[in-house]
């Protein structure tokens, strides 16, 4: 089975179909959610970086920063992948062939690497080395605000 088959396919489910047949308002909807995923994740991230950085909130350790606005991060997380999929579902072929959706999904999945492998152990830790908390920082903040403009490129070519 080729990829054309499976967007075919895809294309052809009845879900497809509705999102893609539905009112414009919708779209729109799955968007603005997208969208406000997005901004909850990069949001609590900047926040729990600016923690790491000794920038905000030096009365509290990082642990206890990182513990709520972690949850955050995969609560905006799963919005975004969420309604994300949905539109794609919607519209399979153009989001396959778009050089931009394509580097979006690889910064993405660069993103959560860096999240869960780096980030977040360095968050959950309160005797991080300066270096190594400005590295996870400095990696996590370019990667997810990279797919968030890779994204917003999408519409455009």
Do not use: C
């Not at 926040?47 to 206890?64: A, E, N």
């Not at 513990?67 to 999929?85: D, N, S, Y």
């Not at 990279?146 to 070519?157: C, T, Y």
């Amino acid at each position: 089975m080729s990829s054309v088959d499976v967007l075919d396919w895809i294309q052809s489910t009845p879900l497809s179909h509705w999102i893609s047949k539905s009112n414009h308002l919708l779209i729109a909807g799955l968007q603005v959610i997208h969208v406000m995923g997005f901004i909850l994740l990069l949001a609590s991230l900047v926040l729990i970086s600016l923690r790491l950085l000794g920038l905000l909130f030096k009365q509290q350790t990082v642990p206890q920063v990182a513990k709520e606005a972690t949850r955050l991060i995969w609560v905006g997380l799963a919005m975004a992948v969420g309604t994300g999929v949905l539109m794609f579902i919607g519209s399979p072929r153009h989001y396959y062939y778009n050089p931009a959706f394509d580097v979006k999904m690889l910064l993405l999945l660069l993103a959560v690497i860096v999240q869960a492998l780096l980030f977040g152990r360095v968050a959950a830790s309160e005797a991080q080395k300066p270096w190594l908390a400005r590295t996870a920082v400095a990696l996590s903040l370019v990667f997810w605000f990279a797919v968030s403009m890779a994204g917003r490129a999408i519409g455009f070519v």
